[in-house]
């Protein structure tokens, strides 16, 4: 069966610091990924998403990148952090030969003070 | 943007039937409509979707009006955990890459 991970599960940091999430899925060849992102109180954002490695397309502007070195790999960077980068974020996959439903990880909460 | 319109809130007394509605009058004729919830501090959880026949799995059946203009989802006997926030996203199906823009959903309170 299908699986996906991500880590870490917190994450603290400093204004300014770099930031590194990794996502990763099992059981699946080429699956579409996603990172989405959900301030406090607030609805899910999509900020990125990549339908093979090395493709990436972004859906807003902002101090985060994403890449794709590995086919069932994800990572969501930043070089230096704001305070509103700081929410709950998740990543999901879809299957390439399925109907497009979305499996979502357990997210990863940062805190940027 | 997401193209749904969901109440914000609706409550449900334990074991009774949820029925939570969908409005999605601009739907094109190859888009599905998805159901997911999101029960707190958790990722969203698919639950089921649909074209244009009625649908139903062991979560949930989803009815979509003959004009696919609407579409309620029905939770049979509500429990405590049904307690969560349920989206209704409409888009296209299949491969490509094909984005899932999540709207603010209904809070669903399911109480004892």
């Known amino acids: 069966s299908q699986t996906i991970h991500q880590w870490p599960a917190t994450l603290v940091q400093p204004v300014g610091s770099p930031l590194s999430l990794e996502c990763t899925v099992e059981?699946?060849?080429?699956?579409?990924l996603y990172w989405y992102r959900q301030a406090a109180g607030r609805g899910l954002q999509l900020l990125f998403y990549?339908?093979?490695?090395?493709?990436i397309s972004s859906e807003v502007p902002q101090n985060l990148s994403a890449s794709r070195p590995q086919d069932r790999q994800f990572i969501l960077s930043s070089k230096k952090l704001l305070l509103s980068d700081s929410g709950f974020y998740l990543c999901?996959?879809?299957?390439?030969?399925?109907?497009?439903?979305?499996?979502f990880g357990e997210g990863s909460r940062l805190t940027v003070l | 943007d997401a193209k749904t319109t969901q109440p914000p809130s609706m409550d449900c007394a334990e074991g009774r039937a949820a029925n939570l509605p969908c409005n999605h009058s601009?739907?094109?004729?190859?888009?599905?409509v998805y159901w997911y919830r999101q029960i707190h501090s958790q990722g969203p959880q698919y639950i089921i979707h649909?074209?244009?026949n009625n649908e139903t799995n062991e979560m949930a059946s989803l009815i979509i009006t003959e004009d696919r203009k609407s579409s309620t989802l029905i939770l049979p006997h509500a429990t405590l955990r049904d307690t969560a926030v349920y989206y209704c996203?409409?888009?296209?199906?299949?491969?490509?890459?094909?984005?899932?823009?999540f709207g603010a959903g209904t809070r669903l309170f399911v109480k004892a």
């Open positions: 999901a996959w879809s299957g390439a030969g399925s109907t497009g439903e979305l499996f």
């Open positions: 649909g074209l244009k």
């Open positions: 059981g699946t060849s080429n699956p579409n």
């Open positions: 990549s339908v093979g490695i090395g493709q």
């Open positions: 996203i409409v888009r296209v199906a299949g491969t490509g890459g094909f984005k899932t823009i």
């Open positions: 601009t739907i094109s004729g190859n888009e599905y």
